[in-house]
């Protein structure tokens, strides 16, 4: 049985930092690509950031040079340590690989 599960949300200011967590399962997680998307109420969901099995890494313009995604391969679990957080990065944020999806969690970035 596949699961993501995230951890890590939040709520901090703006110019503070949050890394979140995702723990995966039940699949062959070293050979995936996994990505971190998020959506705020009322828009659509975006693609944040994106690393492949061999670490290749992707960012969406609107978080380059904040957000960075990682992953440990022993561990099943993706990272994504965001700095310089700013009031319209408040979204749920989820992981997510192949078909799967996590639950979310919740960043809110105060002004």
């Known amino acids: 049985q596949v699961q993501l599960v995230e951890s890590g949300g939040g709520l901090v200011q703006a110019g503070g930092s949050l890394r979140l967590s995702c723990a995966a399962s039940?699949?062959?997680?070293?050979?995936?690509?996994m990505y971190w998307f998020r959506q705020s109420p009322g828009k659509q969901r975006e693609l944040v950031a994106s690393?492949?099995?061999?670490?290749?890494?992707s960012y969406a313009d609107s978080v380059k040079g904040r957000f960075t995604i990682s992953r440990d391969n022993a561990k099943n679990t993706v990272y994504l340590q965001m700095n310089s957080l700013k009031p319209e990065d408040t979204a749920v944020y989820y992981c997510?690989?192949?078909?799967?999806w996590g639950q979310g969690t919740q960043v809110t970035v105060s002004s």
């Open positions: 997510q690989a192949y078909t799967w």
């Open positions: 039940g699949f062959m997680f070293s050979i995936r690509t």
């Open positions: 690393v492949t099995g061999d670490g290749s890494t």
